[in-house]
């Protein structure tokens, strides 16, 4: 009995005890283990089902499955089966998905198709809307703000024509501006920009010369993808106020949410 009972108890602590394995759990519905089954799947040479098992969990909403699928076939020469995860990932702003895109149509022969989704990548992961806050050295003494809210869609240029709202304030004079302006894309963290600002003086007493501000910036900003970038440059205005500037952009989303925490 004793010997009988010792065998039940292990067998019931191994049935209670047992871990689904990976191929269970996608076909639970995990996309995380359809994920990494098509990881161990590569690993063993069954690229088959590996691929089966990226295209589970890309069709659960995995943008990693959905590249990492899309970059096997192109590289096994399935061009149209690379396409649509490839696309799906594209839609939710990935530079590498964009990357891969350009190989594709490299390997299409499409040379100006490729050379444009290029052109997109360095650009697609940034934010389209952010706020800025900046602090101003004017060249005349004292010290000044400016808070920025600056739209770069992927319509307008692939986020290389900037719109949005200004305003600057010192020692000396306030004003509110639209501003426009152009930024170039060397490298995907890396731009030099210049930008127009025209607005009125919000203090038009205290102004010196006109009761409309009329400036322009230039400068460089340096992206960290999408959560916002830091910039610095000099700007100048008919006021004949020129300043240096540092600034801070921050996604909206992501300023939103520390303005919820303060």
Known sequence: MPCLMTVACATTRSEVTRVPTLEENCNGGSAYACENWGKQLQVDHRMEEADRAFGLACAMGSTSACLTQGKDRLARGDLDGAEPPLRK??????????????????????????????????????????????????????????????????????????????????????????????????????????RALVGPYLDAERSRRNPINLGAEVGMKFFAGPLGHLGTGFGTSLDGSTYYFLEAGLDWVLTLVVLAHL
Request: without cysteine.
């Open 89 to 194: 990932v594209y839609d939710e702003d990935s530079e590498e998905a964009a990357l891969a895109l350009a190989d594709l149509q490299d390997a299409r022969g499409d040379v100006a198709g490729a050379a444009h989704l290029r052109y997109e990548a360095l650009a697609i992961d940034k934010s389209t809307t952010e706020f800025a806050l900046g602090w101003r050295v004017p060249f005349d003494g004292g010290l000044g703000l400016a808070l920025d809210v600056n739209v770069q869609p992927m319509g307008l240029k692939a986020r290389r024509l900037t719109l949005g709202a200004n305003m600057g304030l010192d020692a000396k004079r306030v004003s509110l501006n639209a501003t426009v302006g152009y930024q170039h894309f060397v490298t995907n963290w890396f731009a030099p920009y210049a």
